[in-house]
């Protein structure tokens, strides 16, 4: 394409002008590689965006969206129903921990942060505790870029562009500290006690005008930040002690990323009152999220007359019978490929692999769960960021895809990567790290 072509597209969170300079094109993508314009192999080292878990082009996942499409496009979600949608929340269900039974399906990510900050609004409300309306979030949390993710997500750079944000938000501090937890191997020792910060701010605003509080059990997008051993028991001890419903957000956790579960709250053993997911639910396929609700959440709309809509929400798409058909077709290869089992049995070769960088160039840190794992560099003196964003081209250049944010490098492969591929991974990351300066 000449440059010109390119104009009309407004390429989101990219520096549009110097991307259309240099373009890097994806074109095709089959297993754990994708295929550039220029007919090079690019081993993908993050699935996509963080999403594309089983692999690209997962031949029963293709066959279930063409079937699907030509038997039925569409179907309305409003006061009409499809079986797909039933039977893919029927089987979502079966991954996820009691008592969170029911399955609210949104299109996105950022969709279903809005979502589940509405539910716990209008939860409150029909139990008669309309007062609270609070909702806590977290430094450095991602929620995605609706109004609401933005307001309790705490990365500055995507707040400070848009002034308005939902009154009432408070957020806990992050838990990110290389001078306590530099180099740990899966959750850091240092750090529960920053959990104590909810019981403050609850003390400050009163318990009874708190809503919701919402963290990713493990922050992806902010850089790879364990939570430290003790921490997720905490918070939920004191969301429970006050009537506050805990959400987490399994966005990027979901589906097998941390090993040997479906999602981080079985991972780590603490129970939200509400999961949000998106991306490995249709393995990126088609667009798909979800907010999974206790059985105590949903029974509180149930109730008054049924003939009344119980809750005022929903998308033109909730519950896409193209997007269900992805859905079924995914979670069934996560069965059958035995995939969250396999993620853990290859998380110690990935540890493994990902602290040798301790001793590449300019890394300060190397923090790993499953088939995650964040490298955080020093910054270049007066240029934060230029060292990553540089190792993540020359990465791209030499046939690897990484994701950086900051001067973290973030890797997030499909969970059907091999041991070899482990290995050509962080050897390109070392290459990469070789050559910038
Ligand atoms: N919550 C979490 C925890 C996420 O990670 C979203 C919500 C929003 O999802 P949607 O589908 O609306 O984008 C996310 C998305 C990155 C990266 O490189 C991370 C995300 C999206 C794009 C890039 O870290 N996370």
Redesign the pocket.
């Known amino acids: 394409m000449r440059s010109n072509d390119l104009a009309p597209y407004w390429m989101p969170?990219t520096a549009n002008r110097q991307f259309k300079k240099a373009p890097r094109m994806l074109v095709s993508a089959e297993g754990m590689y994708y295929r550039a314009d220029d007919d090079r192999q690019i081993l993908d080292g993050t699935s996509g965006?963080?999403c594309v878990n089983l692999g690209h082009s997962r031949p029963e996942i293709v066959r279930a969206v063409q079937e699907q499409v030509a038997t039925l496009d569409y179907a309305p979600s409003f006061q009409m129903g499809h079986p797909l949608a039933f039977e893919a929340a029927l089987r979502l269900r079966s991954l996820l921990p009691d008592p969170l039974g029911h399955v609210f399906f949104t299109n996105?990510?950022?969709?279903?942060?809005d979502t589940a900050l509405k539910i716990a609004l209008a939860y409150h409300r029909a139990r008669g505790e309309s007062m609270r309306t609070r909702l806590i979030g977290r430094e450095r949390g991602?929620?995605?870029?609706g109004f609401g993710?933005i307001s309790v997500g705490g990365i500055s750079g995507n707040r400070k562009q848009f002034a308005a944000m939902l009154p009432g938000v408070d957020h806990l501090p992050h838990t990110h500290n290389t001078k306590e937890n530099a180099f740990s191997r899966g959750q850091p020792d240092w750090g529960a006690h920053l959990a104590d910060e909810l019981e403050r701010i609850v003390a400050l605003h009163d318990p009874s005008t708190i809503a919701a509080v919402i963290v990713?059990p493990m922050a992806?997008?902010t850089g790879v930040l364990l939570p430290p051993k003790g921490y997720l028991e905490r918070l939920r001890e004191i969301c429970t002690r006050h009537g506050i419903l805990l959400i987490f957000?399994e966005?990027?956790t979901g589906f097998g990323r941390l090993g040997g579960h479906a999602f981080a709250a079985q991972k780590f053993n603490v129970i939200p009152d509400m999961i949000?997911m998106?991306?490995g639910l249709t393995n990126g396929t088609i667009p798909m999220?979800a907010v999974a609700a206790s059985d105590a959440i949903f029974d509180a709309f149930m109730t008054g007359d049924e003939s009344a809509i119980e809750l005022f929400h929903g998308y033109t798409y909730s519950g896409h019978p193209v997007a269900c058909a992805a859905a079924i077709a995914s979670l069934d290869l996560y069965q059958t490929d035995n995939l969250f089992a396999r993620a853990e049995k290859l998380a110690p070769v990935f540890e493994t692999a990902a602290h040798e960088l301790r001793t590449a160039n300019h890394v300060i840190d190397v923090r790993n769960m499953g088939l995650v794992a964040g490298i955080e560099l020093a910054p270049r003196e007066g240029q934060p960021g230029a060292r990553a964003y540089e190792t993540f081209v020359r990465c791209f250049e030499n046939g690897t895809l990484i994701?950086v944010?900051g001067d973290i490098i973030?890797l997030s492969p499909p969970l059907i990567i091999t041991e070899q591929q482990i290995d050509e991974l962080f050897a390109a990351v070392r290459l990469a790290l070789r050559s910038v300066t």
């Not at 991602?142 to 870029?145: I, M, P, R």
């Open positions: 969170f965006l963080w996105s990510g950022s969709e279903s942060v991602y929620h995605g870029v993710g990713e992806g997008s957000d966005v990027i949000t998106a991306k999220g994701r944010t973030a």
